[in-house]
């Protein structure tokens, strides 16, 4: 079992930027992917962005391709998420998660809010 702790989240005016942490401890050797969800209403919650821990290349839904990044530290067992170009459509809570043995584990979320 992994556990997962968020932080970065905060206020931030339009087309600011943020960058979420996501640093996982426990049982990490199994773990597959790491990535980040957000709240949506009406789609309880949607995927944003994944990479895999060992290589291969990211993923990205695409609303956000072009202005979220997202990246790892293997030695920090930690996930980021660099949000750029940040609008009020992104004001919501994000969660990150982890696929370990193929159970999901999620964090247990940090809120974004964007002003105007």
């Known amino acids: 079992q992994v556990h997962l702790v968020e932080s970065g989240g905060g206020l931030v005016q339009a087309g600011g930027s943020l960058r979420l942490s996501c640093a996982a401890s426990?049982?990490?050797?199994?773990?597959?992917?790491m990535g980040w969800f957000r709240r949506t209403p009406g789609k309880g919650r949607e995927f944003v962005a994944g990479?895999?821990?060992?290589?291969?290349?990211?993923s990205y839904t695409d609303s956000v391709k072009g202005r979220f990044t997202i990246f790892r530290d293997n030695a920090l067992n930690t996930v980021y998420l660099q949000m750029n170009s940040l609008n009020s459509e992104d004001t919501t809570a994000y969660y990150c998660?982890?696929?370990?043995?193929?159970?999901?584990?999620w964090g247990q979320g940090t809120q974004v809010t964007i002003s105007s």
């Open positions: 998660y982890t696929d370990v043995l193929g159970v999901r584990c």
């Open positions: 426990g049982r990490t050797f199994d773990t597959s992917v």
């Open positions: 990479i895999p821990w060992s290589g291969g290349t990211a």
